[in-house]
């Protein structure tokens, strides 16, 4: 079967040019900063987010990692939203593996940190406290663009404290396409930023992480001692180089799609919707309806993870064809 999925950005599969791409990258040791693909993906990286270097590794999830030994040594602290994706969803590395404190805000309904949050969690210098070193934000997250307003005042309270800046861009560009600005501006006022290739983007594997000359050395001293030193490399690094040439503008027929998705499934009585900004949005799915709305979808061929706030992510491999047949999956269903 042929599925149509839903659950995340992350299922994409590498195009035919892609996978052509691949196979026809000149490769190197990468440890030994040799695959020419590698070194070409990590300099336009670099370029295109406005930045001195650029770290090529497996997964956003070590990019973040890397940042955070980077950026904070042992007893230090990071400030992070109590959603976001380096506290909630990446297995405590920071403080399982670097000794890290994370000091957990409350997201403000669009994303955001409140500025006031951060202000008070900043902790005094005292040897009672860890030492509050980091500010982490997420753009997109859960789908939501954080105002370009808001970026610029947060990252500048930051660095009038003391504190560094670090990005975790999953899905920066799309946060770039949706507010019409270009990727440096969207990451203007961090000194780190992690960049998935994997999600919209369409690669099938890899993330780097973008900043000075001095951390990118510094992060591949970590990058190996967490295991992401990888030799020829270049066969997935010319994955992510040809995304970063091809899948950054098209992320606005996402967008759309998410859009046109959405706007169906509102139509239907008994389903609250959330307006989508990028690619992500949400459905409250009334408890007595969730086994059978995810019976109907699995029988069509529609991929779902079933949840009380059920999330929907469109992406390069779900055509607007194919979201017409989901919406009348579920128009069919609430009718019964």
Not at 6 to 14: C, I
Not at 225 to 254: K, S, T
Request: hydrophobic share 45%; charged share 20%.
């Amino acid at each position: 079967m042929s599925w149509i999925d839903l659950r995340s950005d992350t299922v994409t599969q590498p195009s035919s040019a892609m996978r052509e791409a691949m196979a026809a990258a000149p490769v190197g040791d990468d440890v030994y900063g040799d695959d020419p693909t590698v070194n070409c993906l990590q300099d336009r990286a670099a370029e295109l987010f406005g930045f001195e270097a650029a770290l090529f590794a497996p997964s956003g999830t070590q990019t973040n990692l890397i940042a955070l030994l980077a950026h904070c040594g042992r007893g230090d602290e990071y400030l992070v939203g109590q959603e976001a994706h380096t506290f909630r969803y990446e297995g405590g590395g920071a403080a399982v593996l670097g000794s890290i404190q994370p000091q957990p805000i409350a997201n403000q309904p669009d994303g955001s940190l409140a500025l006031d949050d951060i202000g008070a969690q900043i902790k005094p210098r005292d040897v009672h406290f860890a030492r509050t070193k980091l500010l982490a934000l997420e753009n997109t997250i859960g789908g939501r663009v954080l105002p370009r307003a808001y970026v610029a005042a947060a990252t500048a309270l930051a660095h009038e404290r003391g504190l560094a800046t670090h990005l975790d861009g999953a899905r920066i560009g799309n946060a770039a396409v949706q507010q019409g600005i270009s990727l440096r501006d969207a990451v203007a006022g961090f000194d780190s930023v992690s960049v998935c290739l994997s999600k919209g983007l369409g690669a099938p594997v890899g993330s780097v992480l973008c900043g000075s000359r001095a951390l990118v050395e510094e992060g591949k001293r970590w990058r190996k001692m967490l295991g992401g030193g990888m030799r020829q490399a270049g066969v997935i690094a010319a994955a992510g180089l040809y995304a970063l040439q091809h899948n950054v503008e098209r992320l606005a027929e996402d967008h759309a799609n998410a859009a046109f998705l959405a706007g169906e499934l509102a139509r239907i009585d008994g389903l609250a919707v959330s307006t989508p900004q990028t690619n992500i949005f949400y459905v409250d799915v009334p408890e007595a309806h969730r086994a059978g709305l995810a019976e109907a979808l699995a029988a069509a061929g529609i991929r779902v993870s079933m949840a009380p706030r059920l999330r929907l992510v469109t992406h390069l491999d779900v055509t607007r064809a194919q979201l017409g047949t989901v919406a009348d999956v579920f128009t069919t269903y609430f009718k019964n």
